[in-house]
């Protein structure tokens, strides 16, 4: 166990720990006025956020000490595939039942009294296992003319998901994991021919769905949050009094801080112009608050993370070890590109939230297992590598 730790890889592990400090802090200012402006404690949400950091820190340490052949387990890849279907399942039940509980249209939370659970984050973490478990145990059989034979299972199942997402609907969540699946086929080592054809035969229809929205107006969506958001993109200043003033304020925000940010606490976009600014336009707020160079140390931080997470997975001479680093450093990558871009307009918001400092109790869980399993696999690779 001594020496496990000895092989702590500092690139991760440290900008980890500063990225979930920084969110504590942000959570904090982001929501104080929100809740007090609603006649709740000041800081409720740094301390629910708190509580999330600490078990995701265990989380994380579970995932570090646990043995990574594991998650080899056919048994265990089962269960956690099913277990995701039927939570994405039991959310759209839920909506048909009861249309209330869904949130500006969307039904992703499983209430839990203190806690809310979504589905789709256990999704994400549950696709990187899976598609790294298929692609190392099938990597001899990967073979062309066996390759759509081989993998028409998986696909489906892939696609059973991704269905199941976008009905929910999530069009951000939907795209995250599809740039896993895009990654984690890339980086298999299929040939090249045949990963084409896979990634065709698995992007097309995305990239269609994605040009429709983004450049028809389809009128039976428009009574969907997340469709309006699409809209709100093509012209947010036309749309600045209605779907487009979320938008239109987060470009203020980034203005009004400028270089060095207006000082921790004195957004003036928080209070009562962004609706929930410690979730999905946290970065809007750190902008205003801490300026340029607060956003610049936290994309970089995060950036630190996803570069030595393709760096680990480049090393690795093992597939299914390399390939779930890949799938962690796609998700963390997409995800970063979703809530940056969609904050600058360079596309649609999408609701996606910010890797370890958005508030939010199933992100930070399952983000932080999947840093847990990224220095696992950096720790055994540095083992086998002193030991040669």
Same mark, same amino acid.
């Given at each position: 166990?001594?020496?496990?730790?000895?092989?702590?890889?500092?690139?991760?592990?440290?900008?980890?720990?500063?990225?979930?400090?920084?969110?504590?802090?942000?959570?904090?200012?982001?929501?104080?006025?929100?809740?007090?402006?609603?006649?709740?404690?000041?800081?409720?949400?740094?301390?629910?956020?708190?509580?999330?950091?600490?078990?995701?820190?265990?989380?994380?340490?579970?995932?570090?000490?646990?043995?990574?052949?594991?998650?080899?387990?056919?048994?265990?890849?089962?269960?956690?595939?099913?277990?995701?279907?039927?939570?994405?399942?039991?959310?759209?039940?839920?909506?048909? !039942? =009861?249309?209330?509980?869904? &949130?500006?249209?969307?039904?992703?939370?499983?209430? %839990?009294?203190?806690? +809310? $659970?979504?589905? *789709?984050?256990?999704?994400?973490?549950?696709?990187?296992?899976?598609?790294?478990?298929?692609?190392?145990?099938?990597?001899?059989?990967?073979?062309?003319?066996?390759?759509?034979?081989?993998?028409?299972?998986?696909?489906?199942?892939?696609?059973?998901?991704?269905?199941?997402?976008?009905?929910?609907?999530?069009?951000?969540?939907?795209?995250?994991?599809?740039?896993?699946?895009?990654?984690?086929?890339?980086?298999?080592?299929?040939?090249?021919?045949?990963?084409?054809? !896979? =990634?065709?035969?698995?992007? &097309?229809?995305?990239?269609?769905?994605?040009?429709? %929205?983004?450049?028809? +107006? $389809?009128?039976? *969506?428009?009574?969907?949050?997340?469709?309006?958001?699409?809209?709100?993109?093509?012209?947010?200043?036309?749309?600045?009094?209605?779907?487009?003033?979320?938008?239109?304020?987060?470009?203020?925000?980034?203005?009004?801080?400028?270089?060095?940010?207006?000082?921790?606490?004195?957004?003036?976009?928080?209070?009562?112009?962004?609706?929930?600014?410690?979730?999905?336009?946290?970065?809007?707020?750190?902008?205003?608050?801490?300026?340029?160079?607060?956003?610049?140390?936290? !994309?970089?931080?995060?950036?630190? &993370?996803?570069?030595?997470?393709?760096?680990?997975?480049?090393?690795?001479?093992?597939?299914?070890?390399?390939?779930?680093?890949?799938?962690?450093?796609?998700?963390?990558?997409?995800?970063?590109?979703?809530?940056?871009?969609?904050?600058?307009?360079?596309?649609?918001?999408?609701?996606?939230?910010?890797?370890?400092?958005?508030?939010?109790?199933?992100?930070?869980?399952?983000?932080?297992?999947?840093?847990?399993?990224?220095?696992?696999?950096?720790?055994?690779?540095?083992?086998?590598?002193?030991?040669?």
């Amino acid at each position: 166990m001594s020496l496990k730790f000895k092989n702590l890889d500092y690139w991760i592990l440290i900008p980890y720990l500063i990225l979930m400090g920084i969110g504590i802090i942000m959570v904090y200012s982001a929501s104080f006025d929100t809740v007090m402006n609603h006649g709740g404690s000041a800081s409720s949400y740094f301390i629910k956020q708190v509580f999330f950091v600490i078990i995701g820190l265990i989380l994380c340490t579970l995932a570090f000490m646990m043995k990574i052949n594991l998650l080899k387990n056919p048994r265990l890849i089962q269960i956690l595939i099913f277990g995701t279907i039927i939570l994405l399942l039991i959310l759209l039940i839920r909506k048909a !039942i =009861n249309p209330a509980s869904a &949130i500006n249209g969307s039904a992703a939370w499983i209430p %839990l009294g203190f806690f +809310n $659970i979504q589905p *789709l984050e256990i999704a994400k973490l549950s696709l990187i296992i899976y598609f790294a478990f298929i692609f190392s145990r099938r990597q001899d059989r990967l073979v062309p003319g066996n390759i759509l034979q081989e993998l028409s299972g998986p696909l489906v199942v892939a696609f059973s998901i991704l269905i199941l997402v976008i009905l929910q609907p999530d069009f951000g969540g939907t795209g995250i994991l599809f740039f896993i699946g895009i990654v984690m086929i890339s980086t298999s080592g299929i040939p090249k021919k045949s990963m084409a054809l !896979i =990634n065709s035969l698995w992007g &097309i229809p995305m990239l269609i769905v994605y040009y429709v %929205l983004t450049h028809y +107006n $389809i009128s039976f *969506l428009e009574k969907y949050y997340q469709y309006r958001r699409f809209m709100a993109f093509k012209n947010p200043f036309k749309y600045e009094s209605g779907i487009g003033s979320q938008l239109v304020n987060s470009l203020y925000a980034i203005n009004n801080g400028g270089l060095f940010g207006v000082g921790l606490g004195n957004s003036i976009q928080k209070r009562g112009y962004l609706p929930e600014p410690y979730t999905d336009f946290i970065l809007s707020i750190t902008s205003e608050e801490l300026g340029f160079i607060g956003v610049f140390v936290i !994309i970089s931080l995060l950036f630190t &993370i996803i570069f030595r997470c393709i760096q680990i997975g480049t090393r690795s001479n093992d597939t299914f070890r390399s390939l779930l680093v890949f799938g962690v450093a796609a998700m963390l990558f997409f995800q970063t590109f979703l809530n940056v871009g969609g904050l600058l307009g360079l596309i649609p918001l999408t609701g996606v939230t910010l890797p370890f400092i958005s508030y939010g109790g199933s992100s930070l869980l399952m983000l932080s297992a999947a840093i847990g399993l990224v220095l696992n696999v950096s720790a055994f690779e540095k083992k086998l590598s002193s030991s040669k």
